[in-house]
């Protein structure tokens, strides 16, 4: 089953179940500043949970674009994380519940109308107390027990935390559809939240069952693509390979799964999607908040490229490739592809004229920091890579890490603090909501809205 496909089921199924099909809200929504892109697709429903609005419709259904700074690690070293993907969502508020959410869910997944997954390759997580979802698995659904795992707060309660020890406000168990695979490791597809509770003081009486309950379910689209084209990873789907190509092509590196070089595709190839949908958004790479998470993205690419023998912009070159796969859902894409292209590529010459000094930078202080046995990067050093040669300290840190070194975020956000000083009004506002604490604060959020905390792992064996 193509993608499209599989998406415009997905909506089509829950509009059977009397679900209203809303649009994806922006990938960067300015209207809520708790965070920098949207994490998942309830974001745009917050009000809606949580009583603040008033509703013309009571269930919906949309496929939500979605950014997930907290998983940019995990790109290219996992088979089923990006930046950007799309999750599939459908809501409740104060409407079905439970049941109907289970129910609905399993035959989507089984019926051989729709998804028609092996119901034998399938199987799920509850909460440890959720009686309720468990018996439904298990007496409303056939599913045998040894395949209902029962999971802590950290998994599966949301926000992720104890019941006890959250904070104040709506919150409740939920439920994990996990798909197995052939060699018997699993990948996550679906989560189903039970919005149930209002969480108001001290336990033992805090957790207050909410008179009208809501649902909220994602579901990834690339995983479940990948498990129904039968691919090794989510850069195997339809939609995705002819941008790895893409990249395959303009770098001259053959795609090769299992190496270094395939990672670095798998990269480049997530994160031009990624700063396609946001710089066609507008949202610009700059110094701040969602637009230093581009660049940080685009400079990560970049150094791929680089490390890869690539000595020119090239990124731009792959978004033609990005807008003609997402075209059918995105058509309005294809609309700024010279934009965005004129955006990435003028991110990508600003990188090129400092990357190689600041890579000779960073062999020397490696060097030195071998010979002398030193474990930690310093702040002063980074700062003065990331302002005198625009390399981002995240990156700088990744590359570290791979030596075994750690880095000093105190001292490097202290060495900002005095260059921001030296240098004036709009640098030290710059640097005040600068790329650390916007970064920070966005991993925060996006934590806590995305259902928990935990991190699959599907890596590709091998890498
Ligand atoms: P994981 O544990 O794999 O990181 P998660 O538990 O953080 O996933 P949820 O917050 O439950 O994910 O999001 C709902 C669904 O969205 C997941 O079941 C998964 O299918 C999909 N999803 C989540 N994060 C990503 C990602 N970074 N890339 C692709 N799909 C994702
Ligand atoms: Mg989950
Ligand atoms: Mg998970
Ligand atoms: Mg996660």
Sequence with gaps: MKTDELREKYLAFFETKGCVRRPSDVLVPTWDPSVLFTPAGMNQFKDHFLGKVTLDFTRATTCQKCLRTGDIDNVGRTAYHH???EMLGNFSFGDYFKEDTIRWAWEFLTDKKWLGLDPGRLSVTVYKDDDEAAKIWHEGIGLPTSRIARMEEDENFWPASAPSQGPDGVCGPCSEIYYVLDDGSDVEIWNLVFTQFNRV?????????LPSKNID?????????????????NYHIDILMPIVQAAAE?????YEYDSDNGRRLRRITDHVRAATFAVHENVYPGANGAKYVIRRLIRRAVLDGHQMGLRD??????????????????????????????????????????????????????????TSGTGMIDGDQAADLYTSYGVPPELLQQMGAEKSFTFDWNGYTEAMQR????SGGDQFKLFQTGPLETLKESLRHTEFLGYDATTAEATIKGI
């Design 83 to 85: 930046t950007f993907f």
């Design 201 to 209: 003081g001290d336990p033992p009486d805090n957790l207050r069952p």
């Design 217 to 233: 379910t994602g579901m990834g689209l690339e995983r479940t693509a990948s498990v129904l084209q039968k691919v090794p990873t």
């Design 250 to 254: 303009v770098t001259s590196v053959p």
């Design 313 to 370: 912009p090239f990124l731009y070159q792959i978004v033609d490739a990005v807008a003609d796969a997402m075209k059918p859902a995105y058509p309005e894409l294809t609309e700024t592809v010279q934009r965005v292209q004129g955006v990435i590529r003028g991110e990508e010459e600003r990188f090129f004229a400092t990357i190689d000094a600041g890579l000779q930078r960073i062999d020397r202080i490696f060097g030195d920091m071998e």
């Design 419 to 422: 260059h921001a000083e030296i």
